[in-house]
Structures are given as C-alpha cells and as structure tokens.
C-alpha cells in the first residue's frame, strides 16, 4: 500500500455522503473530473474499492463504510485545529444538507433558515422538503428532522418538539353543512388528507385515528394543497395549529376533544453530531424552536 494524501479524505467523505460526483463536486467547489481523479488516486493508494459505480451512483463498499468513522475524526480534528489556531474566530464553511417534512420546512422554517445562512455567508444549507427520496442510512443528508426514532443504525437522536393538529374547516364549509357536536358526526363531511398508499411515515396516517374507517374524499402528497383545499372551502383538514393559526377563514372542529399529538424528531449520524456545521444548524433550529413552544403545542385552543 503506498501512502496516500490526507486531503484526498474530504473528496472521499464528500462522495460518500452525495453518492453523486457532481454533487460532491458543487460541495467542494470544484469539478467533477478532479473529485473523480482524487478518488481514483486514494482508492490506489490503498489497493481497495471504496465505492461500486453503477447507474445511481457511488455506493460504499464494506471497506469504503469501515473507513467513514476514520475519515470524518480527521476532518474534527482539523476543524478542531483550524478553529483553536483562528483563536475562535473562523466562519464556518461546508454544506448541510437538511432532510426535512414539508410542512415543518415551508410553513416555520423556510423564513428563519436565510437569517442564520446570513451569518455563515462560506456556509451552504441545502434543504431537502421530499423527505422519501433522501436516505441518511445512504449519506444523502447529513440531518433529518421526522416524526419518529430509527430502531436502525448508529444515529444521535433527539426530540426536537412536540406539536398538536386540530380539525380545521373554512367559515364557508362550516356554515354550508351540519354542525359538527360529537366525534361520530365526522362521518357526515368530506375530509382532505394524505393519499393513502403513499404516506411514507405511520406519524402522517391521521384519519385512523380521528374515526376509524372515514377516508379522506380529497388526497394529495402535499400538506399545502391540502390547506388549500380547505382554505377553498371544499372539506374538512388536520392541521397542525402552528400552520392553520395563520389563516383567520380556518375555524377549528371541537378543539379540545379532537385532536392529535406528535413529536419532531432531530436525527444525524453519530460520527458528525460535533462537526460545527451541524452543531450551528441543529441549535439554530432548536432555539427556533423553543422559542415558539405554545404555537406547537396549541395551547391557544385547548386554555
């Protein structure tokens, strides 16, 4: 084995955690063909595949895998220097890729995140709001924000916040049709929900749990269409408080009798949990968070 160039490990890490050249190139700043040739020159240096190349990607190898612990101490370690040898003093830099739920993105966290990338202008947030297609489990996020713990993996996990969602209908909807007194007169109106085969997490699957049988008449992947379908006045919605609190023509159904609890959950590999740009962005978020503490747990509606 020849010895290789420790700087080639940030091209390796990068890869890693893109699966993509290009990708990995536009975290780096450079161009695909150097992060190809970097690679090729480490996987010489240690007489080893660490990636299969096939049409999706660059996918680790078992050895490519056992040396990501290794890696990403160095790239601590260095950050750890450079920032000790700045006294403090150094702008972080890098990309953070976030994988995150629509409506946690769009409807709380879209208009803080530029406030913070302000203040890390070397810093690069990519926001991921389809959470199906991204996989920590393949590196293709560094942090995900979901509604539940992963039973699989080596992952720092922690609840973010717990939230309350309501049964939401338009003035318009409600004084179109019977007056809703009890649980068992749900089944009498049209609901607006999720499409069915296609909720990727149990924490989305609402309507069984508010009457079980009812089917929501309206289905869309998107909780924005859903909100708008009900701003619209065609049905019933479950929405989170901290989302419908916004919009004055939405009225919610028995507050205090109808309605569910769930937890936003933060989750990132254990080996990048200290890394400063991931530390910078989950207490960003955090800080948000707590911050807004009653709005989540719509307390407004149940005093």
Not at 22 to 47: F, G, K, M, P, Y
Not at 123 to 144: F, G, P, Y
Not at 200 to 219: C, K, N, V, W
Request: proline share 4%.
């Amino acid at each position: 084995m020849r010895q290789f160039t420790w700087d080639d490990l940030q091209y390796f890490l990068a890869v890693a955690r893109t699966g993509q050249l290009t990708t990995a190139a536009r975290r780096l700043r450079t161009n695909h063909v150097t992060v190809s040739r970097r690679i090729d020159r480490l996987e010489e240096a240690l007489s080893a595949r660490l990636f299969e190349r096939n049409p999706r990607g660059y996918i680790l190898t078992a050895l490519g895998e056992k040396l990501i612990e290794s890696a990403e101490i160095v790239e601590r370690e260095a950050d750890r220097f450079q920032n000790e040898a700045s006294g403090g003093t150094i702008s972080l830099s890098g990309v953070v890729r976030l994988s995150i739920l629509e409506g946690f993105a769009n409807f709380f966290l879209a208009d803080r995140l530029p406030h913070m990338a302000q203040n890390y202008p070397s810093l690069s947030i990519e926001m991921v709001t389809i959470q199906q297609i991204v996989s920590l489990s393949r590196r293709e996020a560094d942090l995900s924000i979901t509604l539940h713990a992963t039973r699989t993996g080596s992952y720092h996990q922690e609840k973010l916040m717990p939230y309350r969602l309501f049964i939401y209908g338009s003035k318009d909807y409600l004084s179109r049709h019977p007056r809703i007194n009890r649980q068992s007169d749900l089944s009498n109106h049209q609901f607006i929900g999720y499409i069915e085969d296609m909720i990727f997490t149990p924490g989305l699957d609402y309507m069984r749990e508010i009457l079980p049988g009812l089917r929501a008449s309206y289905q869309s992947s998107s909780i924005f269409a859903q909100l708008s379908a009900a701003r619209s006045g065609f049905g019933l919605c479950i929405l989170p408080y901290y989302i419908a609190c916004n919009y004055p023509e939405l009225v919610p159904v028995m507050p205090k009798e109808l309605h569910l609890n769930r937890d936003y959950w933060l989750i990132c590999h254990e080996d990048i949990v200290n890394t400063p740009r991931i530390r910078v962005l989950s207490n960003f978020i955090k800080s948000e968070l707590e911050s807004q503490a009653l709005a989540f747990a719509g307390q407004p509606l149940l005093d």
